[in-house]
């Protein structure tokens, strides 16, 4: 059974940083695509960064580049998401994701973690 369990939410004010992690189990880590997606209430699931197997690869959404940097530790089967700068605007829950295949869609991931709330105060 896949088990993807973020952590590292909480509040946090406008300019500050946070950092989010994602366990990952029952599935061969590093034979997968990972990516950090968000949803804020009343609006759809969007994509915030991507990271393939290797690291080698690395994407991000216009609206978190240059703030936010996305990396994995194959070893410990875990996916980071460092955010900078944090703005209001990225108030959400944020969710993992895996996929063997690269997309930026999230109806292309089959596995999800539970989500972590990111609120930033103004």
């Known amino acids: 059974q896949v088990q993807l369990i973020e952590s590292g939410g909480g509040l946090v004010q406008a300019g500050g940083s946070l950092r989010l992690a994602c366990a990952a189990s029952?599935?061969?880590?590093?034979?997968?695509?990972m990516g950090w997606f968000r949803q804020a209430p009343g609006k759809e699931r969007v994509f915030v960064a991507r990271i393939s197997s290797s690291s080698s690869n690395r994407y991000y959404a216009d609206s978190v580049t240059g703030r936010f940097t996305i990396s994995r530790d194959n070893a410990k089967n875990t996916v980071y998401l460092q955010m900078n700068n944090l703005k209001f605007e990225d108030t959400a829950v944020y969710y993992c994701?895996?996929?063997?295949?690269?997309?930026?869609?999230?109806?292309?991931?089959?596995?999800w973690g539970q989500g972590t709330q990111v609120t930033v105060s103004s």
């Open positions: 029952g599935l061969t880590f590093n034979m997968y695509g």
């Open positions: 994701a895996a996929a063997d295949h690269f997309s930026t869609s999230a109806a292309s991931y089959p596995y």
